[in-house]
Structure formats: structure tokens, C-alpha cells
């Protein structure tokens, strides 16, 4: 029985280690190498991603978008973007999977022991929605620069991290820096993380239930991180699909010719169909690597410190 000190049902005493300050401490650090390491590393594939969006017709495919940009601006294009990259997904994944804990854990004991057990899928979306609305704020001015700097045609914006701030700030008026983006990326992030929380802790669920059918805890690490990194990737399939949109119209709006436009404006001249399908493909193969990779790293951290894998029956 998961219990305090006063006796109380208390679901921060239900997992195989008490979700303590030390513990969510230890969480938000492994989200910040859960994110930053992963969006960083796949830095080219997401430069591809952005220009298919934001110029079809000139860039159509992953691969020969790679070999363009490379043959235009060198091996060095294809990582533009990579500072703010780094540090925007870092502090991102620290409050996305710090807070998730928390919130996960403050919804739980709100509702109750029953009513948390028997509706655990909604804790799942309520705390994961939570968490990334916060974890948004703390993204923004990076992912407007990283959008800048890998949409701008070459030689028109600084690539340098440290300068790209610098012109977004002085041009403020215009990109709208540093919050301009704000409402579209938590309408591209938080149902992406609903989605990738909910169906990573459901598909973990249907391993611990129908495939790995003995206790969680009677597996070895290899095998409970396997299950990890499998989940992780068909939930960042599902992400993909569902946030693709929003994240063409983050996109969007760090287009030159797309200045001063609204959202409405900018999705109703795109169409639906293209900002649902225009680069879809590459951000379904970055978005499920990506994903796996991370609950991989996120899950690695929390076991080298005796927290346990996430998720289970």
C-alpha cells in the first residue's frame, strides 16, 4: 500500500523509490539529457524537415533536400541551428518529464487512490498536458532562433548562436521574439506530448500485460529499457502524425514572405492537406527515432540511479 507518514493513500509511494525533491531533481536532469542530446543529434535531418516545409518546391524529399543544402552552404548548413537547438530542448525536456512526474503525482493524489486507478490514462494526458505548457515558455526564443536560422536563405541571418540572439532581439518588431511563437508551439507540443506520454505508458502497459507477462521487476534492465525504447518509438510515430501541422506552421512563420501574417492567414494560404503531408515522412522517421531515444536515455538515467523504469502494469 502506497501510504505516508499520516497513514493517507499517497501515489508519490507507490513506485520501488519515494518521489521525493531528490527524486524529481534527478528526473528533470534526465530530461534535460533526454531532449537536448536527442534534438541536437538529429539537427540535419531537422533543417531538411524545416526548409521542405517552408519551400516545397525547391526542397521535395529528405535526401535530395540534404544533398541541396549541402552542396549550397557546405556540411556546416546541414547543422545550422544546433545551439539553440541544445539549449531550448534541454530546458524543454527538464520541465516536460520533471513536471510530468510532479503533476502525475499531485493529479493522482487529487483524485484519489480509485478514481486515479481506474482513470489512469486521463493522469497520464492531464499531467503530460500540464508539464508542456511550461516546458513551451521555456522553449520558445530558442526554437523562434533555431527556425530563423535554418529557414533564412543563406547569408541573410546570422548562424552563430550568440549573434542569432541578437538579431532576434533587435528585430523583435518583426519575428515577434521571444513569445511570438508561443501559442503555435503549444499547439504543436502539447497534444504531441499527450500523445507521447499517453501512448508510451499504454504501450508499455500492453508489453507488462501480454508480452513480458511476469513481474516488471523479475526482468532485467536490457529487457525493461528494451521495452522502453520499442514504446517510445511507435508513441513518436503516433506524435508525428498528430502534431505535424502545428509544426508546419512553426515553420511558416519564420518565412520572410509569411512576415506580418497571421496564423489563420498563413494556414488558410498553405491549405490543410500541406501543412498535415509537407514533410511528414522525414519528421515521422525523426519524431520516432527521436522519441525512442529519448524515454531510452530518459528511463537509463532513472535506472543507473535506482529510480526504475517508467510506466508498467
Known amino acids: 500500500m502506497a501510504v505516508n507518514l499520516s497513514g493517507k493513500w499517497d501515489a508519490r509511494f507507490a513506485g520501488p523509490v519515494p518521489h521525493d525533491a531528490n527524486y524529481y531533481a534527478k528526473c528533470m536532469l534526465g530530461g534535460v539529457l533526454a531532449c537536448g542530446l536527442t534534438h541536437a543529434g538529429i539537427t540535419p535531418l531537422d533543417v531538411a524537415k524545416c526548409n521542405m516545409q517552408v519551400n516545397p518546391v525547391k526542397y ?6 540534404l544533398r541541396t543544402l549541402a552542396a549550397e552552404e557546405g556540411q556546416r548548413g546541414l547543422w545550422k541551428g544546433f545551439g539553440p537547438t541544445l539549449v531550448g530542448y534541454s530546458l524543454q525536456g527538464m520541465f516536460k518529464y520533471g513536471l510530468y512526474e510532479i503533476f502525475k503525482d499531485y493529479y493522482s493524489n487529487l483524485a484519489g487512490e480509485e478514481i486515479a486507478t481506474k482513470y489512469k490514462p486521463a493522469i497520464w494526458l492531464a499531467g503530460s498536458a500540464s508539464a508542456e505548457v511550461f516546458a513551451d ?82 526482468y532485467s534492465k536490457g529487457t525493461q529499457l528494451g521495452v522502453t525504447f520499442a514504446s517510445g518509438y ?41 501543412l498535415a503531408t509537407k514533410g511528414l515522412g522525414t519528421r515521422v522517421i525523426m519524431i520516432g527515432t527521436l522519441t525512442g531515444f529519448q524515454w531510452w536515455i530518459y528511463d537509463t538515467f532513472k535506472s543507473a540511479f535506482g529510480l526504475g523504469t517508467t ?3
Open 234 to 274: 511507435l508513441a513518436g510515430v503516433v506524435c508525428a502524425i498528430v502534431s505535424h501541422p502545428a509544426d508546419s506552421l512553426v515553420s511558416l512563420l519564420g518565412k520572410a514572405e509569411n512576415k506580418g501574417k497571421s496564423i489563420g492567414t498563413i494556414a488558410s494560404e498553405t491549405g490543410l492537406v500541406s
Open 60 to 65: 521535395n524529399g529528405l535526401m535530395p533536400t
Open 137 to 218: 515558455i521555456a522553449l520558445c526564443p530558442f526554437e523562434m532562433t533555431k527556425v530563423k536560422i535554418q529557414t533564412s536563405p543563406n547569408g541573410t541571418f546570422p548562424t552563430a548562436f550568440g549573434a542569432a540572439l541578437r538579431q532576434m532581439s533587435a528585430t523583435k518588431a518583426e519575428t515577434r521574439y521571444p513569445f511570438g511563437s508561443l501559442v503555435p508551439l503549444w499547439s504543436r507540443q502539447i497534444p504531441y506530448t499527450m500523445a507521447k506520454f499517453f501512448f508510451f505508458e499504454k504501450i508499455v502497459q500492453l508489453f507488462y500485460t501480454h508480452v513480458f507477462t511476469a513481474p516488471k521487476e523479475s
Open 311 to 313: 510506466g508498467g502494469k
